[in-house]
């Protein structure tokens, strides 16, 4: 009994120090600002509804909270975050433990969890990827927790955690459709016909009704986005798909995650499991035949990792011992090697120089946009120039006459730009703000009166010429950091418009990334 409590407390322990250190690593109070995306979803939350075109509606609402009660400073967005990925250990812990796990298997399987950059990019930032993870891992927990007991209520847990998975965002359907198609061939069939596993689809059904009833109602636009978003996605080959998830989970993790695959595909002990490894395999195979991005499936690596670091404990732990445990450490020593590069540790002369190492040593990861041009990499640069884009434009519009202000409005293309200013628009006095991407294009007004001074940024001059009478250019955005079309961007005022009020608000429509 004393035996088995001392293990346990040594267990807890353990869990413990790694839940420390992922709130250190994550929430670490050094920042460059606030991500593009982050200034966009903090004007989201502003405007709770059921959807939105490019995003379902939890995300919003989990900040909307943090804003009535700690704020939406920096500090609170990352630390909610980094909560997120202290939950997805906890899971990962249990799933170890679920399966025979001991004490080196759930040492080893957080440590790779703690230490894949990927995970730590998007736990120390507020976006929708940490919430998607965390579902992912709730519904994969359950499964494994099906899988051990054959109970078949997890069914139902499982839905709610689809469920909600669905409404932080819509990658969750390629673990769903994985899946079943993974339930067809294996003998795991058998729960086509438990009324458990149809009400836990339900229950999906249920929670994510709201969202596809605002998608019918609002035109489908959400279907127009993802059909545009898809056809500017690059294809990649299984083999650079497979390259770049290596680098982005931590180059030293990758025997743990290819040993857990072979555990749950052909190893007679994790024979049980081994829906899960070709749930696996169909979510590769869809994301590549559909051209999805590398990330889209990096959650599922957490139960490989579960898996693994089972098996390993079963083959090596014992026999090499000393082996097993410098790897643990030479997983952590990489992991914290790459930390600088995937969330803000370094001044920014000092990443520059640490960024033309590592620089040589990733592969040309798929980014939403294209960087060449930028300084710093995309995540980064997209903290940079914000405030001083806001000041700008607060700059001009404090030199219109007070007629002229009563009358001005902001014009801008993209959401980041729109998201910044909403953002700082108190602090430096800003006019109302007009875009039509993304979701702006819902909130902008129907007309504007043919007498408003449009002060704007990112149009091309002609353009300007054949809208207005009037053009002349008042000012210039400058951050010497920030992404490349955000930086040394010159403002224009107008004024007197050519063609009806109405038609330029309309072609201001932009729904694609």
């Not at 050094?30 to 903090?42: A, H, K, S, T, V």
């Not at 990927?118 to 927790?145: G, H, P, Q, R």
């Not at 960024?355 to 300084?375: G, M, N, W």
Request: with cysteine; net charge positive; hydrophobic share 50%.
């Amino acid at each position: 009994m004393k035996k088995s409590w001392t293990k346990s407390n040594k267990e807890i322990m353990i869990l413990c120090f790694f839940i420390l250190l992922k709130v250190v690593i994550c929430a670490w109070p050094f920042e460059y600002g606030y991500f593009r995306d982050e200034l966009y979803y903090i004007a989201l939350s502003h405007h709770l509804d059921w959807g939105y075109i490019d995003v379902p509606p939890l995300l919003p609402l989990c900040i909307a909270l943090l804003r009535y009660t700690i704020g939406n400073s920096l500090f609170a967005l990352h630390l909610f975050s980094a909560m997120t990925g202290v939950v997805i250990l906890i899971f990962t812990w249990m799933m170890v433990k679920k399966m025979g796990g001991k004490l080196f298997a759930q040492v080893l399987a957080l440590v790779c969890v703690t230490f894949a950059p990927y995970y730590i990019a998007t736990e120390s930032m507020c976006n929708y990827d940490c919430l998607e993870k965390l579902f992912w891992v709730l519904a994969l927990y359950f499964l494994v927790a099906l899988l051990t007991s054959e109970n078949k209520k997890y069914w139902i847990y499982f839905g709610i955690a689809v469920g909600l998975g669905l409404m932080s965002k819509f990658d969750m359907l390629w673990l769903g459709v994985g899946i079943v198609i993974a339930l067809i061939l294996t003998s795991q069939r058998k729960y086509f016909l438990t009324y458990q596993f149809w009400l836990g689809g339900i229950i999906t059904l249920f929670i994510v009704s709201p969202y596809l009833i605002w998608i019918v109602n609002n035109d489908f636009l959400t279907l127009e986005y993802f059909v545009n978003y898809s056809s500017q996605t690059q294809p990649i080959t299984i083999f650079e798909r497979i390259k770049e998830q290596t680098w982005a989970l931590n180059p030293l993790t990758l025997p743990v995650w290819i040993i857990g695959l072979y555990y749950f595909l052909f190893n007679k002990t994790g024979k049980k499991f081994r829906l899960l490894g070709i749930t696996f395999v169909a979510v590769m195979f869809l994301c590549v035949i559909l051209h999805t991005k590398f990330y889209l499936s990096m959650p599922y690596y957490i139960v490989l990792f579960a898996g693994g670091a089972v098996c390993t404990e079963s083959f090596f732990a014992e026999r090499y011992k000393a082996s097993c445990s410098i790897y643990i450490v030479l997983i952590a020593v990489v992991g914290l090697f790459f930390i600088p590069y995937v969330r803000p540790i370094l001044i920014i002369p000092t990443f520059i120089k640490y960024a033309k190492i590592v620089d040589h040593i990733l592969p040309d990861f798929q980014t939403e946009r294209d960087v060449k041009q930028t300084i710093i990499p995309q995540h980064f640069a997209d903290r940079f120039g914000w405030e001083e884009m806001a000041a700008e434009f607060g700059r001009i519009c404090n030199s219109l006459s007070e007629e002229e202000r009563k009358s001005a409005v902001i014009v801008v293309r993209n959401y980041g730009e729109v998201g910044a200013l909403d953002f700082y628009r108190e602090k430096y006095n800003l006019p109302p703000v007009i875009c039509g991407h993304l979701q702006y294009y819902l909130w902008k007004p129907k007309d504007i009166s043919e007498k408003i001074v449009n002060i704007s940024m990112r149009f091309p001059i002609d353009d300007l010429r054949k809208t207005f009478f009037n053009v002349k250019q008042v000012g210039m955005t400058y951050c010497e950091y920030a992404i490349y079309y955000e930086n040394n961007q010159p403002v224009y005022l107008s004024k007197n418009f050519k063609i009806p009020p109405g038609k330029a608000l309309q072609s201001l429509k932009s729904i694609s990334m």
